[in-house]
């Protein structure tokens, strides 16, 4: 069984550049989660996606977008890349009746030069 | 807003001893609590699960409780291996209708035991 996987593992992209990480959810989970790492820090909830559909998003500007695909797969797009935005993107996915257990990918490292 | 802290921030042990991560939040309304371990550049395994009318889980050599009324848990470590230094996160699920199973994080205990 196939766990959460997400691509590309690193990144390096120039500020003011747009980026697109991708993510497949755990076999049978409907829900997808974003977060965003930055070194020292704990992971920082950016958005979830249900039924293709943003259900819920915290505290990160519109330059973050996300999508999810029928098959529960889903991208998140950072436009206008700045320096801040280097860290690790974590997906994790869920059931949506199930959706505080998440799963957790191994995470993209995003560098921005 | 949910806030969640970890203690301490680092910690050095040698191999053998017990050791006890300590977390704190400040809004009760969680659904669960969750440890999670990092190791460096890598993504989360998670540890322990603990529902928010339960009071503890174990597996293996690690123990979790939850006190959700005064908002704390511990992670306890026994006979600490090597192979135990990692970062270890801990993760509340929130209960609130706006922000239902969003997970919020502490920065996490950076643990480091030596032989």
């Known amino acids: 069984d196939a766990g959460v996987t997400q691509s590309p593992t690193h990144l390096i992209k120039t500020r003011g550049q747009q980026v697109t990480l991708r993510c497949s959810p755990k076999?049978?989970?409907?829900?997808v989660s974003w977060y965003q790492q930055a070194l020292g820090q704990g992971p920082q909830f950016i958005f979830q996606y249900y039924e293709e559909e943003e259900r819920q998003r915290g505290n990160f500007p519109d330059r973050f977008s996300g999508h999810q695909f029928p098959n529960y797969s889903s991208e998140l797009n950072v436009n206008a890349l700045l320096l801040g935005d280097s860290a690790l993107y974590l997906c994790?996915?869920?059931?949506?009746?199930?959706?505080?257990?998440?799963?957790f990918g191994p995470g993209t490292r995003l560098t921005v030069t | 807003k949910q806030e969640v802290t970890q203690i301490p921030a680092a910690l050095s042990v040698p191999e053998g001893e017990n050791l006890v991560l300590n977390c704190s939040f400040t809004d009760s309304a969680i659904y669960n609590l969750q440890w999670f371990r990092q190791d460096p550049g890598k993504g989360l395994t998670s540890l322990l699960l603990i529902q928010s009318s339960q009071r503890e889980q174990t597996s293996g050599r690690l123990n979790a409780s939850l006190d959700k009324s005064s908002g704390r848990s511990t992670l306890y470590i026994a006979a600490s291996q090597p192979g135990d230094s990692a970062t270890y996160l801990c993760a509340v699920g929130s209960d609130r209708g706006s922000t239902l199973g969003r997970l919020y994080f502490g920065r996490g205990t950076q643990l480091t035991v030596w032989p």
């Open positions: 994790a996915s869920s059931l949506a009746e199930a959706e505080y257990e998440q799963y």
């Open positions: 076999s049978g989970h409907d829900t």
